[in-house]
């Protein structure tokens, strides 16, 4: 042990025989160092016990050791497992995270991003799945020259943000598969908002797998809300209609609960007289009746991913422009809201 009181991050490295910057890497969790380096400066942060310096850390280089987080609508059951990854991961690497409430209103969104850059945060992940349009989107690129920006969940494909998106046309792939190996041709979308470019991808989807299986008489979607006492209304008019679907996908779990209850409202049988598929893998999926047939989306991975290329660029000091990511797999889970078509 070294005969010094403070250990600094010089006597870890000089310890371990790597660089200050890998030193720097390892304790915070980064990659680009290999297993056997990464061991070995593990080692010797144990044996030197220690510890870094936030304070001295954070006066030096004037960061805040802080990342920005906003999303539409802190209350949705979606959004909670993401905030986790997230702010796991930051954790991890000793930063705070700040999470913002958008509120579906894109100026509210604009001032919480003034509000993060006088927070002097090293980083901001906004997750929508609405279709971003002027002028936040031009606000969204002039900070991105300034500092890291991830996006969650998003569709202005072109504009060169870097993303951590879920692979949409595999979870509608499986819907559609699962709904046409059951025997459904009726088969009716409830289709959120209509400014979201998430779920315009979704009715694309739909509408393709619909015309290539020769069901285009009976595409039928209609916008609404994500929430349950939004989709009930709308349900309870599909399920009027003299030909029902036999079939509904939501594009949200909220709207199938709701859809559920419409169903049982008007004296209709789930899955025997209408099934239900739907979209997130929310919990209150699981205790419904019957339980619902959905979409799986690994929203903590989420989280974690789009924390961890937030990291990688503060640590290259870039910004996070066109990485080339790869859309997350999704997986549906069959349970009781889905059944064979009368």
Same mark, same amino acid.
């Given at each position: ?31 680009r ?10 080692n010797?942060?144990?044996?030197l ?8 850390? =954070?006066?030096?280089?004037r960061? @805040?050791?802080a ?17 986790r ?9 000793r930063y ?16 919480? *991003? ?5 927070r002097?945060v090293?980083g ?15 606000? *969204?690129?002039? *900070?991105?020259e ?15 943000f ?8 595999? #979870? ?8 046409? &190996?059951?025997?459904?041709e009726r088969?009716?979308?409830i289709?959120?908002?209509?400014d979201?470019?998430? /779920? ?11 015309? /290539?299986?020769?069901? @285009? ?5 209609i ?5 349950i006492?939004? &989709? ?5 008019r ?7 679907p ?20 008007? #004296? ?6 209408? &099934? ?6 929310i919990?209150?999926?699981?205790? =419904?009746?019957?339980?619902?047939? =959905? ?12 924390m961890?290329? *937030? ?5 290259n000091a870039?910004v996070c ?18 059944g064979?078509a009368?």
């Amino acid at each position: 042990m070294l005969n010094k009181s403070v250990v600094t991050i010089k006597d870890v490295a000089r310890h371990a025989g790597v660089a200050i910057s890998t030193v720097s890497r390892v304790a915070n969790n980064l990659n680009r160092v290999s297993e056997d380096t990464r061991k070995r400066v593990l080692n010797s942060l144990r044996e030197l016990n220690y510890t870094p310096n936030l304070n001295a850390k =954070t006066l030096k280089a004037r960061k @805040s050791l802080a990342i920005g987080f906003i999303c539409e609508d802190i209350a949705s059951p979606f959004i909670p497992e993401v905030i986790r990854g997230v702010e796991e991961r930051a954790r991890e690497s000793r930063y705070s995270t700040i999470i913002c409430n958008g509120n579906w209103n894109h100026k509210t969104t604009l001032y919480q *991003l003034d509000m993060l850059m006088h927070r002097n945060v090293e980083g901001i992940i906004y997750s929508t799945p609405l279709r971003i349009e002027t002028p936040l989107i031009d606000r *969204l690129k002039e *900070l991105r020259e300034k500092i890291p920006l991830v996006l969650l969940s998003e569709d202005n494909l072109e504009d060169g943000f870097h993303r951590v998106n879920i692979d949409v046309e595999q #979870g509608m792939a499986a819907i559609m598969d699962h709904l046409f &190996s059951l025997g459904h041709e009726r088969i009716s979308m409830i289709a959120g908002p209509e400014d979201s470019g998430l /779920n315009a991808m979704k009715i694309d989807n739909y509408k393709r797998f619909m015309e /290539n299986r020769g069901h @285009s008489r009976h595409i039928c979607y209609i916008h609404t809300g994500y929430s349950i006492k939004q &989709s009930i209304p709308v349900v309870q008019r599909l399920l009027e209609t003299p030909k029902r679907p036999t079939a509904i996908i939501g594009a949200a779990d909220l709207a199938v609960v709701g859809g559920i209850k419409a169903a049982h409202e008007i #004296g209709l049988h789930v899955p025997k007289d209408v &099934s239900f598929v739907g979209w997130g893998g929310i919990d209150i999926g699981l205790y =419904t009746e019957p339980a619902i047939t =959905t979409v799986l989306i690994p929203r903590y991975q989420m989280g974690r991913n789009s924390m961890t290329i *937030l990291l990688e660029c503060i640590e290259n000091a870039s910004v996070c422009v066109d990485l080339n990511s790869k859309d997350m797999d999704v997986v549906l889970e069959v349970r009781g809201s889905s059944g064979p078509a009368r």
